[in-house]
């Protein structure tokens, strides 16, 4: 991207009485982070929906509007891959929480890539994929916002805790329907290695094309694997994801099919960005809400076609 127009990709929530100016770097965090500080904080999402992460490079929009928020939040664990260093040197100067980093070491999961041994330690960063998990975040996010405003703390644990409330019951959601998959058909297999915390969390194996970061490739082995696994397991569906292009799902597909096994598209899910703003898929709920009920009901599992909130649109249902 190069000039200096926001691009399209910055949401901003409005809130007229709000006190505090706060960006977040990706939806999963901005929109928890709305939730608890409620009318008292601005919100502003430098990456929407469809946004890749891993590959965003900030413009000069980015650093003048990161440069006047009194607070900024990210996921943090290398996520944020070509905007680390420009939050590293804001640090600095200004209040810069990474979520990840307050989360248990003992419930990350390895980011090694590839077994890449010269490439630098990190844990997988797409933690909002396990909701019980990424909820741990919203007593910090609260603890966090306090410290700016601390005559609202009261306030910003209560709705913390309101919204953590909410949270565990489409966790338990989550864990119901993806156990009304039959047990041998509970394989998803998505663009990248975006989805090992939702696997482990609510009980389906999980297998990428490319690793954890997009930027790395897709290689010929990885595919034919794949699609001996899609073929000897008889799997009916792959999903591609609304931030990452389908070429290698596709080219299974199409590995699979001169191979005679047929493999449909069994929908698309929010990966490392969310839905488009205003949706019930562009709220953090409404992304888990969907994934959820994508994949069951793709792979034979029982969900409501609405899911769990009834709000579901559903549109990308393949």
């Not at 505090?20 to 990456?47: C, E, I, Y």
């Not at 489409?170 to 990248?192: K, M, N, Q």
Request: aromatic share 6%; glycine share 10%.
């Amino acid at each position: 991207m190069t000039g200096c127009t926001r691009t399209p990709s910055a949401r901003t929530v409005d809130s007229r009485d709000s006190d505090v100016h706060v960006v977040a770097t990706v939806a999963m965090v901005g929109d928890l982070v709305q939730r608890v500080g409620g009318s008292k904080v601005q919100v502003t999402t430098l990456m929407g929906s469809g946004v890749d992460p891993h590959l965003y490079k900030p413009i000069r929009d980015d650093f003048r509007m990161l440069q006047s928020a009194d607070v900024i939040f990210a996921v943090g664990l290398m996520l944020e891959g070509r905007l680390r260093e420009t939050l590293q040197r804001l640090s600095e100067n200004h209040e810069v929480q990474s979520l990840g980093d307050h989360l248990p070491p003992d419930q990350l999961l390895d980011g090694d890539e590839d077994g890449d041994a010269s490439a630098p330690a990190h844990p997988d960063p797409h933690v909002w994929m396990d909701i019980a998990l990424w909820s741990l975040v919203l007593p910090q996010i609260a603890a966090l916002l306090s410290q700016t405003m601390p005559e609202y703390r009261s306030e910003f644990f209560q709705r913390a805790d309101l919204a953590a409330g909410e949270l565990r019951q489409l966790h338990e959601y989550g864990r119901t329907v993806i156990a009304s998959i039959p047990r041998t058909s509970r394989v998803l297999i998505t663009s990248h290695d975006a989805f090992h915390y939702f696997g482990r969390a609510y009980g389906i194996e999980v297998l990428g094309v490319q690793g954890l970061s997009t930027e790395s490739e897709a290689g010929l082995l990885r595919v034919n694997e794949l699609v001996d696994i899609l073929v000897a397991r008889k799997v009916s569906a792959v999903f591609v994801e609304t931030s990452v292009p389908r070429k290698s799902i596709e080219a299974l597909i199409e590995g699979a099919a001169s191979r005679g096994h047929r493999v449909r598209i069994g929908g698309s899910l929010y990966s490392d960005a969310m839905g488009e703003s205003g949706t019930w898929e562009g709220t953090y709920a409404g992304m888990l809400d969907h994934n959820l009920t994508v994949v069951a009901r793709a792979l034979g599992g029982t969900a409501p076609l609405r899911g769990y909130s009834g709000l579901l649109s559903m549109k990308d249902e393949g």
